[in-house]
């Protein structure tokens, strides 16, 4: 004679009152599955809380995000090695300088870093939607410290350009008092953790491009010192 272990909960008839609780395995499909087989009348579910499901939705922000711009950077980061060898050659026209070493140096670095941030993207793009939670955030927060790295090189790049613009008048010195004006403006920025004038640089970066391409390249003088 076997007994009768049957019992009703929240209106179910179930055949006996040993019901799985919420746990890692019941918050899998195939577990769930598994235990059903093995008898288990009723299944008691993980709770999903408001928190995880905006957890989840701010992480696959992330990713999709990150990535959005990954091409654009990349192809901007190659033409940047191009901008900066040319302009090397540009001021050491006259003769090498420590200034100009200083913006080759100063311009590989933040080219580089640029390129890293958007490796960094690109690879949170793929897959995004199925990826750890924690571990986009924490693409994300790698991708957020490039964007602040960059600037020390930055600024190394700029106050070099200036310098050598306001000795050499090549780039012209409106260039190079208007790059010492951006470089205090980059500064602040960095230390404030701000970009909200960080379009007067890109602005002067455009100027100096437009103005190293249309502006002839001035004949080398070995006589005139350079420092």
């Known amino acids: 004679m076997s007994l009768d272990l049957s019992t009703t909960y929240l209106g179910l008839e179930l055949p006996h009152p040993v019901v ?3 746990s890692p395995l019941t918050g899998d499909v195939d577990h769930i599955h598994a235990l059903v087989e093995a008898g288990a009348p009723a299944i008691v579910l993980p709770s999903l809380f408001e928190e995880q499901i905006e957890h989840d939705a701010m992480a696959v922000h992330y990713s999709i995000e990150m990535g959005a711009d990954g091409f ?9 090695f191009w901008f900066v060898a040319s302009l090397h ?4 026209a ?7 070493w200083a913006v080759f140096g100063g311009g ?10 958007s490796a960094i993207s690109s690879a949170a793009l793929v897959g995004s939607l199925a990826a750890d939670p924690q571990v986009a955030k924490t ?18 790049f700029m106050l ?3 310098i050598i613009s306001i000795k050499q008048e090549d780039p012209p010195r409106w260039l190079g008092w208007s790059g010492l004006v951006a470089t205090i403006v980059l500064v602040v920025n960095s230390v404030l953790a701000t970009a909200s004038l960080a379009i007067l640089v890109l602005i002067w970066v455009l100027a100096l491009a437009v103005t190293m391409t249309i502006r002839p390249s001035p004949k080398t003088d070995a006589n005139i010192p350079v420092t």
């Open 160 to 162: 070099g350009v200036s």
């Open 20 to 22: 799985p609780s919420a």
């Open 89 to 92: 050659m540009r001021l050491t």
């Open 94 to 100: 006259r003769g090498p300088s420590t200034a100009a």
């Open 108 to 117: 590989v670095a933040m080219v580089t870093l640029l390129l890293a941030g």
């Open 139 to 156: 693409l994300w927060v790698l991708e957020e410290g490039f964007s602040v790295w960059i600037g020390a090189p930055m600024i190394v």
């Open 72 to 80: 654009g950077e990349a192809a901007g980061g190659i033409a940047g």
